[in-house]
């Protein structure tokens, strides 16, 4: 099976930066995607990763370390409709290449 | 469509009656899955569709739960002899083809409360 956590929530302020981590044990790993959802909407996509190292994308950047089993989602210049909740999901061959999720980070932006 | 659509949006129902549950993807995408999300909580797998098969039905919770897909397009998802705990938002995605690499497109979910 799969393991994944990252923290259940998160506060921070205004134009600053935030990093969300994610930490995952599966075999066969397949690839790491993270996902916006804002409260009562559908989960929009916002990063994938497959290689080691940064993908960066305007505010947002996404960061894989495979040995590790470690990702994190950063947003930069906070602004108040960042606040929802970050899913990170992890795909793997042995499991039916299916996308298992983790519980969601729910960040709160405060001014 | 221009997106995956699902109906209805809000469904409530009495303990121990039948519902069936709504999904049309985007046209041409080939792979279809159900999610469910109890409040704040994330998302638990219930099952996906290549096509019009589901070859792997073993992440839906019980067998009052069962989903079909015809045509290669719409599916629903049938939950028979409701209970108060299947109440959560019941999630629809699709993607191009079925693969770890492909990202999902979500429908705005139905959200079910059973009293």
């Known amino acids: 099976g799969q393991n994944i956590d990252q923290p259940t929530e998160m506060t921070a302020t205004e134009g600053a930066i935030v990093q969300i981590n994610c930490t995952y044990q599966?075999?066969?790993?397949?690839?790491l995607f993270w996902y916006q959802q804002h409260a009562g909407e559908a989960p929009t996509f916002l990063s994938y990763?497959?290689?080691?190292g940064l993908e960066e994308k305007g505010r947002f950047s996404s960061f894989l370390s495979r040995s590790k089993g470690y990702s994190y989602l950063l947003l930069k210049e906070l602004q108040m409709k960042d606040s929802a909740s970050y899913l990170c999901?992890?795909?793997?061959?042995?499991?039916?290449?299916?996308?298992?999720f983790g519980g969601g980070t729910r960040l709160m932006v405060k001014p | 469509g221009a997106g995956v659509s699902q109906s209805p949006s809000n469904k409530v129902t009495e303990k121990g009656k039948d519902v069936e549950l709504r999904c049309d993807p985007i046209?041409?995408?080939?792979?279809l899955y159900w999610y469910r999300q109890s409040l704040g909580q994330g998302l638990e797998f219930l099952i996906y569709?290549?096509?019009?098969?589901?070859?792997?039905k073993s992440g839906l919770p019980s067998d009052r739960f069962s989903a079909e897909r015809t045509g290669g397009s719409v599916s629903t998802l049938t939950i028979q002899r409701t209970q108060q705990e299947d109440s959560a938002v019941y999630l629809c995605?699709?993607?191009?083809?079925?693969?770890?690499?492909?990202?999902?497109?979500f429908g705005s979910g139905t959200q079910l409360s059973v009293l």
């Open positions: 599966t075999s066969g790993f397949n690839g």
């Open positions: 046209s041409g995408h080939t792979a």
């Open positions: 999901a992890v795909g793997a061959n042995n499991a039916g290449n299916m996308l298992t």
């Open positions: 995605a699709s993607s191009l083809a079925f693969s770890t690499n492909e990202k999902l497109f």
């Open positions: 569709f290549q096509g019009n098969s589901a070859p792997d």
């Open positions: 990763n497959v290689l080691d």
